[in-house]
C-alpha cells in the first residue's frame, strides 16, 4: 500500500498495515523531522523490521539531503533477513512509478562481512576460522606483497584483488540489494573480490547492513565507518543488550598464557627488526621519518596508488581525541627498536603485577602512577602504542598478524588505559573467581560506562534509532547510554484473539514455593516441583516446548538430579529432549533434531540458558514453541567483582540503584527468552515465569508492556496444578477457527491509515 503519515508519502509492500506499525513510523518520522535519536520498543512479531525499512526509506526519498541508512545487527542471518525483507519493499515500490515519465528511483542496498563470509579465493575460503582466512587473504593482498609481485611472477597474489584494482572506476555494483551471497555471485560473475568491493561501495550505497561491531568497537568502526557522512540513519535493532556490546568493545583480558605469547611476539619483532636493518634500513628510516610528520594519524602509511582502499586492513587504532590525533607519534617510540624496547619494558611490568596473592583493584589513574613509579612510562605514549604497532607491523611487512593478536591486545590495553581516566577499572585476579583454589592470574581492563564506546555514534550521526521488542524499563536506557532521545515510546500489540497467556507459577503442586534464590535453588523439593511441572506440561502440551534455565551450571545441576529422580524418564514418555552446550556444533545439531521431532508429530522440549545463543538468536515460532518456561529470574554472577565494579560506578556517576540495574538486566533477558515462542500474531504461546519473586511488582513491572498487559490477575500466583488447568483451557481456545482479517482493529487499509490523525496518536 501507500498511504501518507502525517505529510510522507509512505510505501508499505502488504495489502494491510498493523496499527502498531502505524504508530512506530509516526514516532520515527518525528524523530528524523528533529534530526535527533529514538528509543522505539516494538511488540516481537509486528513486523519491526519492515516497518523501519518502509519509513526510512520513504523519507529519503521525500528528503534527499538524508544520508544513508546504516543497519545494524548482531548476527550474519538477522543481517541478510534484512536484506531480504528490503528487496521485497523495493520491489514493491517499483510498481508505482510505471506511469510515462516516470522511472523508479535507484537504490544500492548491501551487506558488509567479515573476509570468512565474502571471500571466494579457492585456497582462502577453504580455511577454517575467520583469524586464519583474514591471515591468508593478507598474504595474497598487501601492498608490499603485490609490489614485489609486480617484480617476481612466482609470488602469488589474489588474483580478485588484482582484478578489481585493475578496474579501477570500472568496479562498481549495479543498483540492487545485494545479500552476501549476491556479493560472492557477483564477485565470480566480474572476476572481482567481493569483500574490497563491498567496502570500496559503502561511499556510495543508500542502504549498509552490517554487524553491531562495525559502528562501536573502535578498532574496526575507525577503519570501516569513518568515511560516513553525519545525515546518515543509524538503526540498532534488537538493542536491548546494547550496553553490554558497548562495554565488551571497550574492555581486555590480558591472562598468563597471553602475556607469554605476547613476549614471543616481541622477540620476533626484534628478529624481524635486526633482518631489514641489514637488508633494507630505508624501509625503517622512512617510516620514521612519516611518524615524525604526524602523517600515520591520517592513515598515509603504506596506501597502495590509486587503490579504492588500504590492501592490508589490520585494524586501525582505537578511537582517541581530536586533540590527540592531531599530535605526532612520542618521540621515545618513533625508532622501531625503541619501540619495542618499550613494550617489553610495559610487558615485565605487567607480568609483576600479575604476580601477586590477593585481589588488586585500581582505576587507570592510580594505574599509570605506579606504572610511571616503576618503569618511566605516561600516559601520552601508551596512547599511541596500538596505532604504532600497526605501523611497525606494515613495515617490517608481517601479513599473519592473526600470530601476533598476543601483542596487538597488550598494545589494546596500553591505548585504552592511557586514553579514558574515568568509566574503567583494572582489577588483577590471582584465581578463578568462582574456583578460589585454581590458580588462573589475569588483569581486566573493563569498561564499566557504555556510554563511552556509544558517545561517537550519538555525537557524529544526526540521527540514531536504538529498537527492539524488549527495552522495558525503557527509561533506563538513556541514563546508561548518556543520551538524550528526542523520542522515546513503548508499544503494545493489537490482537484479534489473546494469542499470548503469559503466568506467574510461585508454588509446586505440594504448595511450596519454588525459586532459583541462591538459598533455594539447592533444595531437592524445589528441583522435584520444577522437574514434575515440565512433566505435567508436556502432557497437555503439543509439539514444541522451550524450557530457559538461569546458567549453564544450574541446568547441568537439575537436569543431572532429574535424573536421578527418574524426572527425565518420564518426560521423554511425552516429548523427546534436547539440550543446548556451550559448543556451537552441539547446539546446532540438538537444534535440528528437536525441529525435526516437532515436524514428525513426536514433540520435544529444548533445555536453554537465558543469554546464551539460543536466547538471543533462535525463533521457536508456530509449533515449534507452544510453550516456554523461565526457570528462574536470570541474575548475572552477583560476586563477580567486574559487576560490581559497573554497579558502583553507576550507582556514582548516574545514580542508578544497584538493585534496580540487576532487576532491570535479569528482567529483560527473561522477556528476550519467552518473547522467542511469539513470532507473528497468527501465532500463540503459553509464557510461564516459574519464579515467586515474579509475584512482585519490582519484577513483573519491569516486564514490557506488551506482556503484562496480557497478565490478567487470575494467572498470578499459580501453583502447578492451577497453571495446568489453564495450559489445558488455552490450548482449547487456540484450536478453534478464529477470524484472522478484522480489518480497522488490528488490521488497517491504506484508506484507513490517511484518515487517521497523527495529532490525536500522540
Known sequence: MKFSLAGLDVFFPYEYIYPEQYKYMLELKRALDAKGHCLLEMPTGTGKTITLLS?????????????????????VPEMEKVLAELQELIDYRAKYFVGPGQKAPQILALGLSSRKNLCIHPSVEDEGSRESVDAKCRRLTAAWVREKASEDPEIETCSFNEALDAAG?????????????DMRNWGRKKGWCPYYLARHMLAFANVIVYSYQYMLDPKVSNMVSRELEKECIVVFDEAHNIDNVCIEA?????????????????GRLRSAIERVKATDADRLRNEYSRLVSGLQQQGALNQPNNSPLPADDTLANPALPDDILREAVPGNIRRAEHFVQFLRRFLEYLRQRMNTQSVEQQTPTAFLTNLQEAVSIDAKTLRFCYDRLTSLLKTLEITDTDDFNPIHLVADFATLVGTYARGFAIIIEPFDERLPSVPDPVIQLSCLDASLAVKPVFQKFQTVVITSGTLSPIDLYPRILNFSPVAIQSFTMTLTRDCMCPVVLTRGSDQAPVSTKFEQRGDPTVMRNYGRLIVDLAAVIPDGIVCFFVSYSYMDLIISKWNDMGILQDLMAHKLVFIETVDVVETTLALDNFRRACDCGRGAVFFSVARGKVAEGIDFDRHYGRAVIMFGVPYQYTLSRILRARLEYLRETFQIKESDFLAFDAVRQSAQCVGRVIRSKADYGLMVFADSRYQR??????????????????????????????????????????????????????????????????
Open 169 to 181: 572506476p570500472e568496479a562498481v555494483l549495479d543498483p540492487g540489494v545485494y545479500t552476501l551471497h
Open 55 to 75: 519509513l526510512i526509506t520513504s523519507y529519503q526519498l521525500a528528503h534527499p539531503e538524508v544520508g544513508k541508512l546504516v543497519y545494524c545487527t548482531r548476527t
Open 250 to 266: 571497550l574492555s581486555v583480558n590480558l591472562r598468563q598464557n597471553t602475556l607469554d605469547a605476547a613476549s614471543r611476539n616481541i
Open 697 to 762: 511488582h519490582d519484577k513483573r513491572d519491569k516486564l514490557p508492556a506488551w506482556i503484562t498487559n496480557h497478565l490478567k490477575d487470575s494467572h498470578l500466583n499459580l501453583s502447578t496444578s492451577m497453571l495446568l488447568h489453564i495450559a489445558r483451557s488455552f490450548m482449547r481456545s487456540m484450536a478453534q477457527p478464529y477470524d484472522r482479517m478484522q480489518v480497522g482493529k488490528s488490521l488497517l487499509t491504506a484508506a484507513q491509515a490517511n484518515a487517521l490523525d497523527p495529532a490525536l496518536l500522540t
